[in-house]
């Protein structure tokens, strides 16, 4: 139901002095005795002509009748009767309550036109969407809630109630295929409609070149090079050109490429894993070693392919081990020189991030005088010093006045981590291009939002941002040299066009599908096709932002989660029952997203009584027999189907869907299981982008793994791309949480998720955190790591026993030992520090047998620590009272 109609209703009461309130009036100037009711009614008689109360009333009318129809004043007092603001709040308030009896009344009526327009009767919430008629509706729409039937019908309704003809419509969609079956279905269902051919239903790209051919009487041609898919394969052919004709630029590009071309993520946020090797979890170099951090990451690239031996925590040459530390191991060491160097993650005031632990800076401090002392020579580089402009400057002076020869080459094998290649970053490059294009971006804008960036790395950016301009001005050059545009070229031509008046709109209902796939620039066609119609005209865009997993194309999440602030007089309507998932998968998957505060906030139910486990996730000890558990599974699958016990949904076979974040996660000889189970299974793979609208039986989530390639993908949400963003979303791999989403809903029945014991997806750690899943591995079930929830515990044979350690070392150092019996105990002197909610009485989530009882703190607050204090030394902050406790 539409929220404001309600609200607004309950008001309608109060309108234009029939409110009875009591409130001070302002003491009256001696004058004149004048009929003021009077004028009031001669003002409303003035424009109660341009309402008609027969149909919806949109809220642009409140407005457009102050402009029209200023409201009467008193000669009497001082000011006006009452201030346009007010007036106009109090015609929406009368209007919203019309609308109210009218959204009733249409229900009413059209039942059989609701029921039977699709195939099954229409929801509440999706006759909500037909009848509204506001200027700008937005329908969010859940995963599987009926958009496209909503879509359809509102255009029928519109016919049935002969709002519009057939050829004021026009329905825009992403890309063709959307566009061809909504098409299909609006001649389908719609047939009994006179003209229904004549709606117009088109790809945005589709429509702009029809536009552009209207208002100039010839159409341009189109880069064929330029097509999604093929653009690619232009920009690497464009820096393989540079590269060829431009050392700088070869120079430039390859290091990029090799050092600067993965995101060292934010200062203030902890590193995340990507290797594990010799007992060591952490970042693995293009050298081999594996460190601590993205920074100590790119030093070491850095050095590797200019040719600087170096050691990598190499024991200092004094002892400094006791009772109580080891032995000090400096970062870096030049053997060449004898030079120590220390990366020291300060920012420009010499503050160590937030979520480090202890007392960092006494650390520095004791560094430095420790060097002092014994004579040793130390060059340290901060975290503030390489992310700002300045970069590698001064390590590149220190080490060539030591006598170092620095000799770049781009070719150097790697030991470890491979540089990314020359495609991965042309299609960073590309997307980040769209998004310029789309803003209507200047390379001089593009810089001052770099160096306003204080969080970010500006040494980077400006090596990207030199790089995009030398591409982007080639790419522009050619585009001239073959006569041709491109797609965001077009869509811009075809914007001036429409608010230039040269193409004249005949379209009065405009509807929108996908819209969280949006860029600006559709956007701005969108409001330029409303403002060019006149104020009859009506927008309807369809969307869920919890599925905006297009930024590669250019598209802009905002628009759809700040709709309100980009078009005027606008209404959000929610499609909130879902006819696909089972309610074990709506539940999982709608907390699992909405943990980011941006995406809109709704309450999803379902139609599907499935009543099983719908969510299952398996943790594989290699990739081997991940695969070999997928088999078995579809083997059963098979055998059951054939026995009787498993029957479709739909069709005559049972659908699986295999997904995958690329397409090389696609299983090896994986077609062979389409011949063997075949006359029961109808399975496919396909990555989770292209699944986008679907749906199946049975999904198969495989590789959901931690890493660089893996899910998250943490080579997609680069942080350059938010310099060409009007409005980036800080939230950790936003746009990868979506994309998980995504795949959780795709399934009628089940979900089941495949993943590594020893690199379990900080996505599915955080579902079993949640409860929403147990992850099953041989021998028993995966843990969630009860320190910082992201990482499973993972069982190790020690020097002192078996003990059990995060799977996110170093990252979180959190372990415990093993007992005979097979429980498990913190160690004695391993202190834990929970950082999720936790309450007093809830059982000790590192022991299990202890209660979280609350103690004194002394001079600072109480806290929460284990009753089985001193065997567990696990602490908690107390957690806030809430009411009806």
């Known amino acids: ?346 920012d420009d ?125 080639e790419w522009e050059r050619r585009l001239r040299e073959a006569d041709c545009i491109d797609f965001d070229d077009m869509l811009l031509m075809a914007i001036e066009h429409i608010e230039s008046g040269r193409f004249a709109s005949p379209y009065l209902m405009v509807l929108a599908d996908e819209f969280q796939d949006t860029s600006r620039a559709k956007v701005r066609m969108l409001k330029a096709l409303l403002k060019n119609a006149g104020e009859e005209a009506h927008l309807c865009v369809v969307g869920d932002d919890w599925q905006g997993i297009n930024r590669f194309a250019g598209a802009d999440i905002a628009v759809m989660t700040e709709f309100d602030k980009v078009f005027d007089h606008s209404t959000r309507l929610m499609l909130n029952t879902t006819f696909r998932c089972p309610a074990q998968l709506c539940e999982a998957s709608s907390t699992f997203v909405q943990a980011n505060p941006r995406q809109i906030k709704k309450a999803v139910e379902t139609t599907n009584l499935y009543a099983k486990k719908a969510l299952h996730a398996f943790a594989a000890e290699t990739p081997a027999l991940a695969q070999e558990r997928l088999e078995q599974d579809l083997q059963s699958m098979y055998d059951f189907a054939r026995d009787g016990r498993l029957s479709p949904d739909v069709g005559d076979r049972i659908s699986v869907m295999m997904l995958g974040r690329y397409n090389n996660d696609e299983p090896r000889g994986w077609r062979r299981w389409q011949r063997r189970f075949g006359d029961f299974l109808s399975i496919e793979y396909r990555t989770v982008h292209s699944s986008k609208g679907l749906e199946a039986d049975y999904v198969m989530l495989l590789n959901v793994v931690e890493g660089m390639m893996g899910f998250p993908s943490q080579i997609t949400d680069d942080p350059v791309l938010q310099i060409a963003m009007p409005e980036p979303d800080p939230y950790p791999l936003a746009e990868e949480r979506r994309l998980f989403y995504v795949a959780l809903t795709r399934a009628r029945r089940q979900v089941r998720i495949y993943t590594l014991a020893d690199s379990p997806s900080r996505f599915l750690s955080e579902l079993a955190k949640s409860g929403a899943i147990e992850v099953e591995a041989e021998g028993g079930v995966l843990t969630p790591c009860p320190k910082c929830g992201e990482g499973t515990m993972r069982r190790y044979d020690g020097q002192y026993g078996p003990f059990e350690a995060c799977s996110t070392h170093p990252r979180c150092d959190f372990k415990r030992n093993v007992s005979g019996e097979g429980s498990v105990a913190p160690p004695p002197s391993n202190r834990v520090r929970i950082t999720h909610p936790i309450s007093a009485g809830d059982t000790c989530p590192t022991c299990g047998d202890g209660l979280m009882v609350v103690r004194s703190g002394g001079a600072y607050q109480p806290f929460l620590a284990c009753s089985a204090y001193p065997s567990c030394k696990t602490t908690a902050a107390l957690a806030p009272h809430r009411p009806g406790e």
């Open 349 to 473: 005031k010499g503050q160590a991030p937030p979520h480090f632990g202890g007392d960092y800076v006494s650390g520095v401090h004791w560094k430095r005088e420790l060097h002092a002392e014994k004579g040793t020579r130390l060059f340290e580089t901060t975290s503030h010093g390489i992310r700002g402009a300045a970069g590698f400057a001064g390590l590149a002076d220190e080490l060539k006045r030591s006598g170092i020869t620095l000799q770049y080459d781009p070719d150097r094998p790697p030991k470890g981590q491979r540089p990314i290649t020359t495609e991965q970053l042309a299609a960073t490059i590309r997307i980040f291009q769209q998004h310029v294009k789309s803003n209507g971006l200047s390379h001089e804008q593009l810089r001052d939002a770099a160096a306003k960036d204080a969080q970010g790395h500006a040494d980077r950016s400006a090596r990207f941002l030199a790089l995009f301009e030398r591409i982007a001005n």
């Open 1 to 346: 139901m539409i929220e404001w109609i309600i609200g607004a209703a309950l008001l309608a009461g109060g309108l234009f002095g029939n409110n009875k309130t009591k409130s001070q009036s302002p003491r009256p100037v001696p004058g004149p005795r004048e009929d003021f009711p009077a004028k009031v009614a001669q003002w409303r008689t003035s424009w109660e002509p341009a309402v008609d109360r027969s149909r919806w009333i949109p809220k642009s009318m409140a407005s457009r009748i102050i402009a029209r129809f200023p409201p009467p004043k008193r000669s009497d007092i001082s000011f006006s009767w009452m201030g346009g603001d007010r007036v106009e709040k109090e015609l929406l308030t009368e209007f919203a309550a019309h609308n109210a009896a009218y959204l009733a009344k249409q229900k009413e009526r059209l039942k059989p036109f609701f029921d039977t327009v699709e195939k099954n009767p229409l929801t509440d919430d999706q006759m909500d969407g037909c009848i509204c008629m506001d200027d700008a509706v937005q329908i969010v729409a859940a995963a599987g809630s009926g958009k496209t039937s909503t879509m359809v019908a509102r255009v029928g309704y519109a016919l049935h109630e002969d709002l519009v003809q057939p050829e004021q419509i026009l329905v825009l969609a992403f890309n063709r295929a959307v566009a061809e079956e909504l098409q299909a279905r609006i001649k389908a269902r719609l047939a009994g409609f006179d003209g229904v051919d004549a709606v117009t239903v088109k790809t945005f790209n589709a429509f702009g070149l029809s536009v552009i051919g209207k208002a100039t009487g010839r159409k341009p041609s189109l880069a064929e090079w330029a097509e999604p898919g093929r653009d690619g394969a232009m920009i690497v052919e464009i820096i393989d050109d540079l590269r060829t004709g431009d050392d700088k630029f070869r120079h430039d590009w390859d290091l990029f490429r090799t050092v600067f071309g993965r995101n060292i993520g934010s200062w203030n946020e902890p590193a995340q894993a990507n290797a594990y090797r010799d007992g060591r979890r952490g970042i693995l170099t293009a050298n081999g070693e594996i460190v601590k951090s993205e920074e100590e990451r790119m030093i070491a690239d850095w050095l590797f392919y200019h040719g600087v031996l170096y050691q990598y925590e190499r024991p200092y040459e004094h002892d400094t081990a006791t009772e109580h530390h080891r032995q000090y191991r400096p970062d870096f060491f030049y053997p060449e020189i004898s030079l120590y160097h220390e990366h020291f993650a300060l």
